[in-house]
């Protein structure tokens, strides 16, 4: 095995939205690497197979299943990794969710207090419970998963998206700023589209969204989730230890 694909050998990592997408090719990568993980999400079957997906290729994982939005289950999740495996070096908080595209007028109060709380709310409350362990434990990586969509870009209908993405952002520069004294270093990856079901629009097929995207990403191409989840195993490794409230934008040119 390459020097490489240890780069985590015995670090505990955390990751939100475990269960599929970017968070579940993040937890795959991180465990491949060495790290022992911990897959945190809401629905415990796909974390279940993720940690599954994590044994068949020799790795060691978890799942708890935990509301991000929950002040009390957060605390739960980060307090089972520190349980289980007997510290937290590492987190990658990456769920989210993308509320149905509409005017912002048409757009109901429910999917805006969802975006808020899953998408900001989520990303601040895990961080918290994550710096509480790490400044009192020799510090520690944290890396938020926000969006080309909100500080670097906007586009109709994703207005209150943007809004909670252009949040995690500038939240994640703060943190940082506040706790890089403590050995802890924060900082962000902003995917673009990626070849994800988020990326998908209603009854729109793989091949839909390639063509869709062809013309509109300067690359030509959607993201591949291993493109992203590279950028964040750079950020969380010691190859980017100079790097400090950053936002990597991973988007084929869109923001460019």
Known sequence: MSNRAKRFDGKVVLVTGAGSGIGRGSALAFAAEGASVVAVGTTKSALDETV???????GTGAAVAADVSSPDEVAEAVAFAIGEFGGLHIAHNNAGFFPKP???ADLPFETWTKAVAV????VMLCMQQEI???????????????SNIGAHGRRPGVAAYAAVKAGVSTLTAGAALDHIGQGIRINAVSPGATATRMSLRPNESEADRAERLKSSVPLGRVGEVAEVVDAVLWLASEESSFVVGQDVVADGGVTA
Do not use: F, K, W, Y
């Open 52 to 58: 599954e997906l994590i044994g068949r290729q020799g």
């Open 102 to 104: 509409a005017p912002l």
């Open 119 to 122: 998408n900001l709310t989520g």
């Open 132 to 146: 509480r362990h790490m400044r009192d434990n020799g510090g520690g990586v944290i890396v938020n998963t926000s």
